[in-house]
């Protein structure tokens, strides 16, 4: 079994507004306060998007996001053949896709350091994570790593709440009460530091790595709530995101006329149709409850797994 003082652990994090990595560094605390000799790499694209973000900056990364056309990112710390007993991998969701730096880095020849290597995500969104995880597991097994475990921090409020309190925070960087009745923006305080509680468990479960058969860590703990009104227009949303993600990458590189027009076009039609889209989902899930609410049990399930087969070492 592996000793704590002797375990390699790297950590792979991007972070725009500074949340995920204040997430991350709660979390990885207890593991580092064990002996773990821990390798920070921040996941830096060489052009830094804005925060806060400008309106028309912040739509033009959707179509990037969807199709996977990635920026450049800088040097990591790290070589692409070193080997790390473990890696933690904590993200941002944007437009129900993993963010850009991320996706970037799974593409360049770094990535290979997660190939035949235990791996925990920690992912940070306001509340639509599905289809990101989903992306990013696949993405993993196709690089032959094995997840253990799964951890999601959601921003606070209610879906309406964050509806308001999220893009305000978004495109002024102000996490204070909005209008002094709704919640802060963003992950609570308390979320925040809560998630030592898994980091706490992580160093009582690092002797185990060398294990050849690795078994969840979190599942006790709860790590990863799905609440199942969020799926169905998940699902609508994405689909209906590929076909304008195509449409405004035929429109030219980012700042040309017509990818410009049909940016906006996409923002407009996205505050139309979102309650439209919300609306009929709830009632398309009252209607087809003895038909549909099997297939989103079931789906609920599958993202609250903790690992998936993919044999390590």
């Known amino acids: 079994m592996t000793d704590p003082a002797a375990t390699n652990v790297l950590v792979l994090y991007y972070s725009q507004s500074g949340d995920t990595e204040r997430l991350v560094r709660n979390f990885v605390e207890p593991v580092a306060s064990a002996g773990a000799n821990i390798t920070w790499a921040n996941i830096e694209p060489a052009q830094p ?12 990364v959707f179509p990037d996001c969807i199709n996977g056309d990635t920026p450049e990112i800088l040097t990591p710390s790290f ?36 190939r035949d290597t235990p ?11 599905h289809s990101a995880s989903e992306q990013l597991q696949q993405t993993l097994i196709d690089l032959g790593a094995h997840l253990i475990g799964k951890i999601v921090v959601t921003h606070q409020g209610s879906p309406l709440a964050t509806f308001i309190t999220t893009p305000r925070l978004l ?31 992580l160093a009582d479960y690092l002797p185990q790595l060398s294990l050849p058969q690795k078994t969840p860590i979190f599942t006790d703990l709860h790590p990863v709530q799905v609440n199942k009104r969020y799926i169905l227009p998940e699902w609508v949303g994405i689909t209906l995101y590929r076909p304008w993600a195509r449409l405004i990458r035929l429109g030219g590189p980012s700042g040309s006329p017509v990818r410009t027009l049909l940016v906006w076009l996409f923002a407009l039609q996205l505050v139309v149709a979102l309650p439209i889209v919300l609306f009929l989902c709830t009632i398309t899930r009252i209607l087809l409850y003895p ?23």
């Open 49 to 60: 998007y804005p925060y806060p973000w400008n309106l028309s900056h912040f739509f033009d």
């Open 79 to 114: 070589e692409p053949d070193q080997h790390f007993d473990l890696i933690i991998l904590a993200y941002q969701v944007w437009f129900l896709a993993p963010s850009l730096p991320i996706q970037a880095f799974m593409k360049s020849p770094y990535a290979q350091v997660l």
């Open 119 to 129: 791996i925990i995500t920690l992912i940070a969104c306001r509340n639509m994570w």
């Open 171 to 201: 495109l002024t960087g102000k996490k204070d009460s909005a209008l002094g009745v709704l919640p802060p923006g963003g992950f609570a305080e308390e979320d925040i530091k809560s998630v030592s509680q898994f980091g706490k468990q």
């Open 291 to 313: 038909v549909l609410n099997p297939v989103l049990e079931g789906y609920a399930l599958k993202l609250q797994e903790q690992s998936f087969d993919n044999s390590v070492g």
